[in-house]
């Protein structure tokens, strides 16, 4: 699947106590965003007809006549695309998103003849039954950020006021039209004795997915004593995602399940689908392309903008520098663990090839908290889990 990420704004109306990002007031223009679409179209438009040609050529060469008109349908390699809009908090740019999903279902979708997705994590504040609407219409995926029970403490609005009873009512406004809807929550040390309320209080308003992921950066501080409260809240988790995998039932957890799948599956825990480059791009404001969205506004990451294309040289150095921690070498778990995710380890430790002690640690708990899970729910008599773990 060809990826576009389009950051649509820097401004945001929370402001949360570990949000690394700069809030400046500068908005993506439709022009710019019409571009980057341009360029995913154009390299999807490549994809196939090199791919036609390569067929044409096959038929030729075993004597098979040629068609004398393009096979729409029997030669395309990868035609689908997903773009997901991003911020800041991307609803405040409504209009243009609504702009860019119209034109992109019109070209990509109709001219090229491809399945186009379309993805954004919101606050949830900014929702309405308007974009419900038109968010059913054209398929698009909203993921809501939400710390659960640290909500209040945590996310405030711009004005320093609590967010959580609004949040609440838009995910039952979210719930109502989307049952799959996932929920994003970001751990903050000094809550950490909150996860495991948080995720029965999501599991009892009939969310059935949630990603956990650990707060870091210089907003916050991870210390024994918060690690050692989350481990304790993660081994309650667990049992949870035992107790809610059984028989017919399905409450996803993502940090177990991308552990299970990618061991049963023989897959490396980095994915290479997170490589930066040919397959996913993502395009700041400015228009400049960023390999990450952890480095936005990082110029020394900075790969080329929509002008002069993707600097291909830059990339090559970026992934040269991506390269395995020495210590994680001989580490018996080094296929499941996370250790040369560049973002992370650059979110964690300022280098793209160093690992904290912190993800180190993380990914040790996860991994044991996964396979503990796994050994209870993979059974013969438990086939919802069984095929949900399976599934190609």
Known sequence: MHRLTLVVTHQCNFDCDYCLQCHEDKAMSFETAKTAVDELQTRMLF??????????????????PAPTAPQNNSCRVDNQAQISFYGGEPLLQKDLIRQVVNYSYATIGQELGAKVLYEITTNGTLLDEDFIEFAKKRNILLALSHDGAAQDPVRHDRGGNPTREKVDEKLDLMLSHFPGTIIMMTVHPKYAGTVSESIRFFHEKGVRTVNITLAHGGRVDWTDECFEVLSSEMEKVEAMYEEWNRGEEQFRIVPFENKIRRFICQKDADNPTCHFGRKKVMVDVDGKYYPCNHFIGKE????GDLASGIDVAKLRDLEARRIEPEDCKECAIRSRC????????????????????????YEKLIIRLADKAASELIRPENTAFVERMYKE
């Open 300 to 303: 020394e990451f900075a790969a």
């Open 338 to 361: 996370h250790h040369t995710c560049a973002c992370a380890n650059h979110g964690h430790t300022g280098c793209l090839d160093k690992v904290s002690a912190l993800q180190c640690e």
């Open 47 to 64: 994809e196939q007809t090199a791919a036609s040609t390569v067929h044409l050529q096959g038929a030729v060469m075993a004597g098979v």
